[in-house]
């Protein structure tokens, strides 16, 4: 805790409000974001008369980028009267802003009210800056995570995206922790690229397009699912790449009969048997032509 004891400072106000009060404050001066800060205020009366209706409040006109980092959720105010080297305690709570950045917060805090036996004289105090470091551990993380993932060391990278999704998702930053589950799955994609390519330069083709289309599956990027199907194209073999098809027509085509095989048939054999008939059946006519002219000629002679 870091305890702070301030002069008070007069802000455009004239002498007769000066020096009417002393103003402490107690804080915890590390936060995180998503972390409600309690300002503990000690106001002591150091003026000549009574003070009456005090209030502690942030002076928002004088915050700059601070404001977007974190919201009032209460300032205190005293109905009571505080007696001459009296002092009164409240606090102020503020919450931290849950995506708020690594950044150093100055809150300037006024102290008004009014004094007098009559409570009629109005007066102001401050600015009291409490002086307040968000230290975003999810951020430090990422930013690791950041510098391992472009030297490549993507399982290192993705423990540690890991590591800073948690940290959102306990600073209730849901956009911050959907990067790191994104960048995270980069990682394995990456690593699942580079088995593939181990695979591939050992000429096992089969489980370099397993990992390759792994890593397609993982990739949102559309550059990155690019580069894995060149890989897949290069696995499979121009041999074994299927022929383009024409598609079958809508209309069935004629059916034809196929054609019919026509009968063999065996070229006919004189069997010896008929050819030696055919002989003694020409040796016969031949005598008997013969008989008939020697006849013919006997009888004309006569």
């Not at 009571?80 to 300037?108: F, Y």
């Not at 009968?263 to 059946?281: A, D, E, M, R």
Request: charged share 25%; glycine share 4%.
């Amino acid at each position: 805790m870091k305890k702070l004891a301030l002069l008070p400072i007069l802000l455009i106000l004239s002498t007769v409000y000066a020096d009417n009060a002393d103003v402490s404050l107690n804080y915890k001066d590390i936060v995180e974001p998503n972390e409600t800060v309690e300002i503990e205020i000690k106001i002591k009366n150091t003026s000549t008369t009574y003070l009456w209706k005090c209030k502690a409040s942030v002076d928002l006109k004088l915050l700059g980028d601070e404001i977007q980092y974190f919201t009032i959720i209460s300032e205190p105010s005293w109905d009571e009267k505080i007696q001459i080297g009296s002092s009164i305690n409240g606090k102020i709570e503020i919450k931290i802003s849950s995506d708020a950045d690594n950044v150093k917060l100055r809150i300037p805090i006024i102290i008004s009210g009014t004094k007098g036996k009559c409570a009629c004289t109005p007066f102001m105090e401050g600015p009291f800056y409490a002086e307040i470091t968000v230290k975003n551990k999810g951020i430090e993380a990422f930013n690791y995570a950041e510098s391992l993932y472009n030297e490549g060391k993507y399982e290192e990278a993705m423990e540690k995206y890991d590591e800073a999704k948690k940290y959102f998702l306990n600073y209730f930053d849901e956009k911050n922790a959907r990067i790191c589950l994104i960048k995270a799955k980069n990682c394995e994609g990456h690593l699942k690229l580079n088995s593939g390519i181990s695979y591939f330069n050992a000429g096992d083709l089969e489980n370099a397009k397993k990992e390759f289309e792994d890593a397609k599956s993982i990739f949102e990027d559309e550059e990155m699912i690019k580069i894995c199907e060149e890989w897949i194209e290069k696995c499979i073999p121009p041999s074994t790449t299927p022929p383009a098809t024409t598609p079958l027509p809508t209309t069935l085509a004629p059916t034809t009969s196929p054609p019919t095989t026509p009968p063999v048939t065996t070229p006919l054999t004189t069997s010896p048997q008929g050819s030696n008939s055919k002989t003694i059946f020409l040796i016969l006519l031949f005598v008997a032509i013969a008989s008939v002219i020697i006849f013919t000629i006997k009888i004309t002679k006569k």
